[in-house]
């Protein structure tokens, strides 16, 4: 006999393991135990022992019928019986068996087929107050099973492997579909009958329960239901508490013409019917109206609220809406709030902190002080303390398309110049060996070294502000083309001058077609400036003074205070009460050939100038007044002394 001496924590795990290594059954293993669990080690040590497995002798069994029940006699080999209950009883040693038992060669099993009559009846209930009738069908096959006279050899005889269902003649009660036909009308089921019934009783096997007929239920109503595009009721002065997103905008915007909230319509309900006829009502459809607000109207179907202007959607309970086009700030605008930025008016009752901004596509109002922050308002704004540094820029519309004009206008001056002299270079006989690019070229690098650098800055604004609506492709593409030719190798070129020529033309026939009006009501007011970068298409108001700050205005400006150090750049008139007195930087101011300078006492180390013209201020003077006459510039003053600072 085989034997291996193993080792495992069980005795149990030893004979489950290794009989299923060897295909062999538990009990027939032996084990011989050589040590046992101890301290220093948990696992028992055994000798396994088994015997060969030889491969057995199969025999087939016969089975014998005896009018009522099969004898089985088990053929050699055979170790295991199984019955199958559903087929009829199996009885060994006079005890019933349900559950496989151990056999042996020449044991008897006997097995009583189940015998069925046949019968198809069924039991009618309607139910849920008419909603279905439900069929309890009784469903048996006439015959019974059948075995071979022989099974083959196995050591297992699986009993539902070697059976056959024999038909007989029905015995018993057997309904059909007229009878169920007369059981229905006789329930007064008229509507609801389910296709296909009879083949579903048919296939019962058994004992099962049939849905024979159901009844259509109502199908219910869709209701009116709301789109909502702005979010939960006042959620517009919800954001005290949420998480700060630093300089980003905390306004929630809409443009004109935008949806705020749509209406789905209700659709009606279907109506059903049960079983007997009776009529299912559906329910009602619910329905419900807008309530319209400020700034907002129905669509022609009456659907959807719609903003009549751009700006800051408020809904106010769960079906009100309106639109506010004037945006209120009554604390500063700071990490806490963000920046503002809102298509209408902005009114700030306090100040702007560092690193944010308020843009408005309408006019702005602070009246607290503005500190290195960004100001942006397209139809005004007014700051009633201070501005201290950060960039204002008021009708960015109006400042865009004027410096556009400068700029193309200088570089249409420059560039008809410049190839006004080329032509009379080309003509002059000490250039008979010199081509055109070549006369280009020298007539740049001798009188107009400006013109790459002018048409570098031209493409460059061209390209940052390339949204504006005057910026047309044929312009830039004119810029582009200039910049070429004029710049590096360009004005080499065998067509530098005919391309540049017809340039030039474009860029006067667009000076000649864009016309810049300013808006009178187009202004910027605020109490004291310093080291700021302002930037109005309108006109300029400072109640107290002006310092070291950059300022572009294409209207009028007025200075009621001192104007010291910085650059002022004027398209109107200008009115300054005290200019300069800077002991470290000039103070620059130039107006327009159009326009007049007044300054009730100007310092010295002022420099003006009207147009191109420079006018150096080296001592004081009162009541100083710059204009150009007759083509002259003229100027009126008065000597005074020097007002010490």
């Known amino acids: 006999m085989p034997e291996k001496v193993v080792q495992a924590r069980s005795l149990e795990d030893i004979k489950k393991e290794w009989a299923l ?36 002798v199969l025999g087939p069994s016969q089975t014998i019928w005896d009018g009522t029940k099969y004898n089985i006699v088990l053929g050699e080999g055979v ?13 060994f040693n006079g005890v019933r068996q349900e559950q496989p038992f151990r056999v042996s060669f020449g044991d008897q099993v006997e097995f009583h087929p189940l015998v069925q009559p046949g019968v ?11 909603l279905s009738v439900v069929a309890k069908v009784k469903h048996e096959l006439p015959g019974h099973y059948i075995l071979a006279e022989n099974l083959p050899p196995a050591e297992e005889i699986n009993l539902v492997q070697f059976l056959t269902w024999e038909s007989l003649p029905a015995q018993g009660e057997i309904w059909d579909e007229a009878r169920l036909n007369a059981d229905l009308e006789q329930l007064k089921v008229v509507h609801g009958r389910r296709l296909r019934v009879w083949e579903e009783i048919l296939a019962v096997k058994g004992v099962q329960e049939v849905v ?35 300089f980003a905008s905390k306004v929630k915007l809409v443009e004109e013409g935008a949806v705020l909230a749509r209406k789905i319509p209700s659709s009606p309900g279907i109506p059903g019917q049960d079983v007997l006829g009776k009529v299912l009502p559906a329910a009602a459809a619910k329905d419900f109206q807008f309530r319209l607000k400020k700034n907002v109207y129905l669509s022609p179907n009456e659907l959807e609220v719609v903003a009549k202007c751009a700006g800051q959607p408020v809904r106010l309970d769960e079906k009100t809406y309106s639109v506010e086009h004037v945006y209120i700030m009554n604390k500063d605008v700071d990490l806490a709030t963000g920046s503002i930025e809102f298509p209408g008016d902005v009114f700030v009752n306090g100040n702007v902190q560092d690193g944010l901004r308020v843009f408005a596509g309408g006019k702005i109002e602070i009246r607290g002080s503005v500190s290195h922050a960004e100001i942006r308002a397209e139809k005004g704004a007014v700051i009633h303390q201070n501005l201290l540094g950060g960039k204002i820029v008021i009708g960015e519309k109006f400042v865009v398309r004027s410096e556009l004009l400068r700029l193309v206008s200088e570089m249409q001056n420059r560039l008809s110049a410049c190839l006004q002299r080329t032509a009379e270079l080309i003509k002059s006989p000490g250039a008979v060996n010199l081509k055109q690019g070549q006369c280009l070229k020298l007539v740049m690098e001798k009188q107009f070294p400006e013109l790459p650098k002018l048409s570098n800055r031209l493409e460059k604004f061209v390209t940052d502000n390339k949204d504006d609506e005057v910026i047309t492709e044929g312009l830039s593409v004119s810029i582009r083309t200039a910049k070429r030719f004029l710049t590096g190798l360009g004005p080499l070129e065998a067509q530098s001058i005919p391309i540049l020529l017809r340039v030039n033309q474009a860029f006067e026939q667009f000076t000649q077609s864009l016309t810049i009006e300013i808006s009178d009501k187009l202004s910027f007011v605020v109490s004291y400036v310093q080291g700021a970068t302002i930037e109005c298409g309108g006109s300029f108001e400072c109640q107290k003074g002006t310092y070291n700050s950059d300022i572009r205005v294409e209207g009028d400006v ?20 005290e200019l300069g007195g800077s002991e470290v930087s000039s103070t620059f101011v130039q107006i327009s050939p159009e326009s ?3 300054v009730k006492y100007c310092h010295s180390n002022v420099v003006i100038a009207v147009g191109k013209e420079i006018i150096q201020i080296e001592e004081p003077y009162r009541n100083l007044e710059i204009y150009r006459e007759n083509g002259k510039v003229q100027i009126e003053k008065i000597r005074a002394n020097p007002i010490p600072n």
């Open 120 to 130: 198809l009846t069924w039991e009618m209930d309607v139910r849920f107050q008419g």
């Open 596 to 598: 007049r300078l007044y």
């Open 79 to 91: 170790k295991q019986f199984t019955p199958y209950w559903e087929a009829g009883e199996v009885w």
């Open 212 to 246: 024979v007929a159901e009844a259509t239920l109502p199908i219910p109503p869709e209701h009116a239901r709301l789109e909502d595009f702005v979010g939960e009721p006042e959620a517009h002065s919800g954001q005290e508490g949420k998480k700060i997103d630093f």
């Open 558 to 577: 007025t200075i009621e205070g001192v104007c010291r150090g910085g650059k002022i750049f004027a398209g109107g008139k200008v009115q300054i009460r």
């Open 21 to 56: 290594k060897l295909n062999i059954l538990p009990e027939d293993i032996t084990l011989e135990v050589i040590d046992k669990p101890s301290f220093f080690s948990r696992q028992w040590k055994v000798r396994l022992i088994w015997e060969e497995v030889q491969v057995p």
